[in-house]
């Protein structure tokens, strides 16, 4: 059972620093997989302040599961909202079996999977959406993120892969790797297509946020970190998988 503060969850989201920035590139990290998959009815499950319907236009259907009212009221008032929208305000355990009927063949879990208290439970909900066809992309923070790793060397944490302050703040629950998330999703009876890391970020959130305060950072170089995960392929600030369900 869903037990965060979803009021204060949505109060603090908003209000993170640098937090923006980095749901700008989550984002763009599932636009590129969208296109990629050419998905046409997709579920968004906990869209945050900005569904990704507003961005990806080549869809049929779009279904959003989001539990807080603040944000499905904002994401109703969009200038793309349309007809081919269902928005449903709730937890998705609570929808799973109105939801069976609609056939997805795309499945969004962005940056979720890490802030639910029993992260098996909502793999299991996502499973029962699936046939053999859906694509599944998770997306959560990466516990061996280029700046955790520099921060542990340098003595600032005394472990890897403990909550940092952020995730406290943010209501999350669970850290992953490349390999235990893998694992999870496996677990949970799916098969991994195709896995990765994005956008390299040297700092914590508050030292990113002072980096681009004092326009030390700009866009051409938020842009060069994104791509720099060519070079550190499972080091980037979140990690991703996309999968469906075994055959």
């Known amino acids: ?3 965060r503060d979803i ?4 109060n603090d989201y908003l209000n993170h620093d640098f937090e923006a920035v980095m749901v700008k590139f989550r984002r763009k990290k599932v636009l590129e997989v969208l296109n990629k998959y050419r998905a046409e009815n997709i579920l968004e499950i906990g869209c945050g302040a900005e569904s990704i319907f507003d961005y990806y ?3 049929n259907h779009f279904t959003i599961v989001e539990p807080s009212e603040t944000f499905c009221t904002g994401i109703r ?3 793309n909202y ?3 929208i269902t928005v449903i305000n709730d937890f998705l355990e609570n929808r799973v079996e109105e939801l069976k009927e609609r056939n997805f063949d795309f499945i969004i879990l962005s940056g979720l999977l890490h802030e639910v208290t029993e992260p098996e439970n909502l793999l299991a ?3 029962s959406l699936c046939n053999s066809k859906t694509v599944v992309h998770i997306n959560v923070p990466n516990s061996e993120s280029f700046h955790l790793l520099w921060a542990y060397k340098s003595g600032l944490i005394s472990h890897i892969g403990d909550l940092t302050a952020t995730a406290n703040v943010l209501q999350q629950h669970t850290t992953f790797n490349m390999k235990t998330l893998a694992e999870m999703v496996e677990n949970s009876h799916f098969s991994i297509i195709d896995n990765g890391s994005y956008f390299i970020k040297p700092f914590n959130h508050k030292k990113m946020q002072t980096l681009l305060n004092e326009n030390i950072l700009d866009e051409n170089l938020l842009e060069g970190l994104y791509d720099m995960v060519d070079y550190f392929p499972n080091n980037g600030a979140e990690i991703f998988v996309n999968c469906r369900v075994k055959s």
Do not use: A, G, P, R
């Open 1 to 3: 059972m869903e037990t």
């Open 7 to 10: 009021e204060k969850y949505t």
């Open 57 to 59: 236009k080549d869809y």
């Open 77 to 79: 008032k969009s200038e």
């Open 82 to 84: 349309n007809e081919k």
């Open 125 to 127: 909900c996502v499973k």
